[in-house]
């Protein structure tokens, strides 16, 4: 009995608030990867922490159904069972070895009657276990339904608002799964445990304890309709407010996307403009460069024309100045040629030959080598 109470002291409902919190820390970071705003504000951080609870919520609160509905297929208390005899009742407490919500509860309340409570008791015990268990689902459901709706007015990205919507549906299937499967499971107690319970009381305490068992079953089923309607109200509410914020959130983003449309047209045009203006600006400039650089060329060509006209002036008057040279030349050469057929220039001719070839002898033998003697003579 003490380690089967030490091992499912470590289970209860997996929603608890610890294993949303951690699950949707985890949920949360992981959810952070997709949706990469350029710059991460407190708003977006509350809403993918919101949405990664949620998110948890639902897979946690999907497993648990899961194995409640398990624990109840199982059948943990046979109709047949004759628990009228507190001995069969405690073997029975010893039987039930699992760690199911449903499985504890009849643990509890067939430990109760098999340490002496009376068959009113045992009832008061159902209902106020089936009492807690619909209020704390109801608050489950609830709360994470009041962080989807405020993270819908964080501004979060659509894409995230979405999810968000989507969740709070599944967080509402979700719930509303468990709070059935929770009556069932109080229907099942009542039919295969409490029908059962034998009454030790006196005779005259018979009645009382019918009335009782009837009162705390109207009560129970009255809280359970109380319960769905708050539910089904808070639902509608929830949703409502989540569409309202939406569609603001939506309104906002067109508002926004049509003054960035309109910023962004009024730059493009005054930047065309400028653009517009810079070519004029160079159009004039090139054509301003381009007329100067014309007036140079005609300039500098109109020189250039100039000095050839110049120099074809000098080669024309060179060209005359040859002309006359040349004819000074031919009346030269025929002045030579004429004096040339002369007899007097032919003699001279001939003298001048004769006077060099004696020119030459004399030379030839001035330049003969000489002998010189000396004699002495004496001196009478």
């Not at 009849?106 to 009113?120: K, N």
């Not at 603001?248 to 203006?277: E, G, R, S, V």
Request: hydrophobic share 50%; aromatic share 4%.
């Amino acid at each position: 009995m003490d380690q089967r109470k030490a091992k499912c002291g470590r289970y209860g409902m997996f929603t608890g608030i610890l294993n949303v919190g951690l699950l949707g820390l985890v949920l949360g970071a992981g959810l952070a990867v997709p949706f990469q705003p350029e710059v991460w504000s407190g708003s977006d951080v509350a809403a993918l922490l919101a949405t990664g609870f949620a998110l948890a919520y639902v897979l946690l609160g999907a497993a648990d159904w899961i194995l409640q509905r398990l624990a109840l297929a199982k059948n943990p208390l046979p109709a047949d069972l004759d628990l009228s005899d507190r001995a069969i009742a405690r073997e029975r407490v010893a039987a039930l070895t699992g760690c199911s919500l449903l499985e504890r509860h009849a643990r509890r309340l067939l430990a109760a009657w098999g340490a002496g409570a009376s068959g009113p008791q045992v009832a008061v015990m159902a209902a106020n276990q089936t009492g807690r268990l619909m209020a704390m689902l109801v608050a489950e459901a609830g709360a994470i339904l009041v962080l989807l709706v405020a993270a819908a007015g964080f501004a979060a990205p659509g894409a995230l608002l979405t999810l968000g919507t989507g969740l709070m549906v599944l967080v509402a299937l979700v719930g509303l799964a468990r709070f059935q499967l929770a009556s069932q499971s109080a229907g099942y107690i009542e039919s295969h445990l409490l029908a059962h319970v034998g009454n030790d009381t006196p005779a005259a305490a018979a009645a009382d304890f019918a009335q009782s068992a009837g009162k705390a079953a109207a009560e129970s089923m009255h809280a359970l309709a109380a319960a769905q309607t708050r539910f089904v109200e808070q639902l509608a509410k929830s949703q409502d407010q989540a569409a309202t914020l939406a569609a603001k959130a939506q309104q906002d983003a067109a508002a926004q996307l049509a003054k960035a449309q309109a910023d962004a047209a009024a730059q493009i045009a005054k930047a065309q403009a400028d653009a517009a203006a810079q070519v004029a600006k160079a159009q004039t400039d090139m054509a301003a460069q381009l007329t100067a650089a014309l007036e140079q060329s005609s300039a500098k060509i109109g020189t250039a024309q100039t000095e050839v006209a110049t120099q074809l002036g000098r080669v024309t008057a060179l060209a005359s100045s040859i002309d006359d040279v040349l004819k000074l030349q031919q009346a030269v050469d025929g002045t030579l040629k004429g004096v040339a057929v002369t007899d007097e220039f032919k003699s001279t001719l001939v003298e001048l030959k004769r006077h060099l070839a004696e020119s030459d002898q004399l030379l030839k033998n001035a330049a003969k080598p000489r002998t010189i003697r000396l004699v002495e003579k004496d001196n009478e």
